[in-house]
């Protein structure tokens, strides 16, 4: 295609053990959020045909792959965990240049991919049933696991090597083949994420990719009547859209939404480690996590403090772009998530919360080309406000005083998502009605919002999620179906 950009390698579809060009011949740009000028790679835009194509290899690649054994597919993961080892600072700077965190957050996703994958080449070896006692002495009964057979997964662009891997890695060991769609802004990152699988050598269809835009590929792949699963992580709007999908023609479905996560802060907090926490889970990332402290709740004995000190810290945050050493807090992903986290600052704004700092792009010209926004606090922020109750998905918190404990875990409470909360308090009763009565997938005390750990359960309640759990052994329940076995002598 004729373009204004500069640079950019074509990365294509994997269907069937190949790499193989959209049939119409189109490609769309990746480009740098830092500079957008800069593309990073084209990438095809497919059709319904390549989609077609990659979920009937697929379908042909299930039973030769379900009939191996878990530990014989555990050692295809571990060849790709060994090739996404070797390639990890090249995919890490892939990262970066596509969408805009910073070059240590990206090595730190890509390696925490690398143990994704080891972890689920374990798994290959462990137990998938259960012996049920049987009324009758004479018979055993026990449980076992299969896959559903041709498992989706439409990714977003937040985490494009860890989010298609922990969904990949356990719809593999457990004997599914799969269709990626990953979001089309991180989508040379996952062709390279896929390269390493195909590196491992895998039988031709089990793994396939196809890019394209997701109204076309993400909801084909959903209500393509041979895919048995599919599994998401995005916005609610498009979640729903793709359960729904599933769920009218009878297939499996798990889906990862949205957060709007609160912090505590009681008035035994540790103010320090509190505030770090806040300004971690809040803006790392550039607030593009769906586990990113977006609430802040504090106690009304130490707000004073605690605000002085947050924004003494926020204000020193370095702005810039994500390959540079020096740079704390890289840009938006994309030029639409900018403009939505500057519109919600707007909202903010009219609805009458008062900006603490940032509230804009910075003026450094270096950054002109990129999809900036400066870390952003507001307070003032009451519970009707939007932007204490919509998910904004960029580097902005919300600060909301409270009278009391009670009072705090109340208005974290008022919110339609419920992913994670975390709390400070060194007091034994806050923690325990904390975590009595928040509704939240992921509670933390002394613990930022954002970070999970691989081998632990990860999901939402509410809105949150469509309630099931990723990640850890959790994976298992999605990606396999239960079969009671009953035997007679
Ligand atoms: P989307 O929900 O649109 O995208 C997530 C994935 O779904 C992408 O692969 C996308 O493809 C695909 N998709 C888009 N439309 C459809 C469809 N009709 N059917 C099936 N799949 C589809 O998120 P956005 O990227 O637009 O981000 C919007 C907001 O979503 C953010 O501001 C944030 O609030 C939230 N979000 C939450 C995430 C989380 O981790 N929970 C991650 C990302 C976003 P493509 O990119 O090619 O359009």
């Given at each position: 295609m004729t373009s204004v950009f500069v640079g950019g390698q074509t990365y294509l579809n994997y269907i069937n053990g190949e790499w193989c060009p959209a049939s119409a011949g189109q490609t769309v740009p990746s480009i740098n959020p830092a500079k957008?000028?800069?593309?990073v790679g084209y990438v095809q835009s497919s059709s319904l045909v390549e989609l077609k194509q990659a979920v009937a290899s697929a379908k042909a690649a299930q039973q030769g792959w379900r009939k191996l054994s878990g530990s014989a597919r555990g050692d295809y993961l571990f060849k790709a965990e060994n090739a996404l080892e070797r390639r990890i600072d090249e995919i890490a700077e892939t990262m970066t240049r596509e969408m805009g965190k910073t070059l240590p957050e990206a090595k730190g996703e890509t390696a925490r991919g690398i143990a994704i994958l080891r972890y689920y080449a374990g798994e290959g070896m462990r137990k998938i049933g259960d012996v049920i006692p049987s009324t009758d002495s004479e018979a055993l009964m026990f449980t076992t696991r299969v896959p559903l057979g041709v498992v989706g997964v439409i990714s977003p662009w937040n985490f494009p090597v860890a989010i298609p891997i922990w969904k990949m890695a356990p719809a593999l060991i457990y004997g599914n083949t799969v269709v990626l769609k990953p979001a089309q802004e991180t989508a040379v990152t996952a062709a390279k994420v896929v390269e390493c699988i195909a590196e491992a050598g895998l039988p031709a269809g089990v793994l396939n990719m196809v890019t394209g835009s997701g109204s076309v590929i993400g909801q084909g792949l959903a209500e393509h009547p041979d895919v048995n699963g599919i599994t998401f992580t995005g916005s609610n709007q498009v979640g729903k859209r793709v359960g729904q999908a599933a769920l009218a023609r009878g297939a499996k479905y798990q889906l990862e939404m949205g957060g709007k996560n609160p912090i505590i802060i009681a008035a035994d907090a540790d103010l320090d480690l509190a505030v770090n926490a806040t300004i971690s889970g809040g803006m790392k990332s550039t607030g593009q996590k769906c586990t990113a402290t977006s609430r802040v709740i504090v106690v009304r004995d130490v707000y004073e403090a605690f605000k002085e000190k947050l924004i003494g810290k926020v204000k020193e945050l370095k702005v810039g772009k994500g390959m540079e050493t020096t740079t704390w807090l890289g840009p938006c992903a994309n030029e639409k998530q900018m403009e939505t986290v500057l519109s919600y600052i707007q909202i903010g704004l009219e609805e009458g919360a008062t900006l603490l700092c940032g509230g804009g792009k910075p003026e450094d010209p270096e950054l002109k080309e990129g999809f900036y926004v400066l870390p952003t606090v507001f307070e003032g922020v009451s519970a009707q406000m939007k932007i204490f109750r919509e998910e904004i998905f960029g580097p902005v918190l919300a600060l909301t005083q409270a009278e009391t404990i009670e009072e705090a875990i109340q208005l974290a409470n008022d919110a339609e998502f419920g992913l994670s909360a975390s709390i400070y308090t060194q007091n034994i009763s806050n923690m325990l009605v904390f975590i009595q009565d928040m509704d939240a997938g992921l509670v933390r005390i002394n613990a930022e919002t954002a970070g999970v750990e691989l081998q632990a359960p990860f999901g939402g309640m509410k809105h949150s999620s469509s309630h099931s759990r990723e990640q850890g052994q959790a994976a298992i329940e999605f990606f396999t179906a239960i079969k009671t076995i009953y035997i007679k002598s």
């Open positions: 957008r000028t800069e593309v």
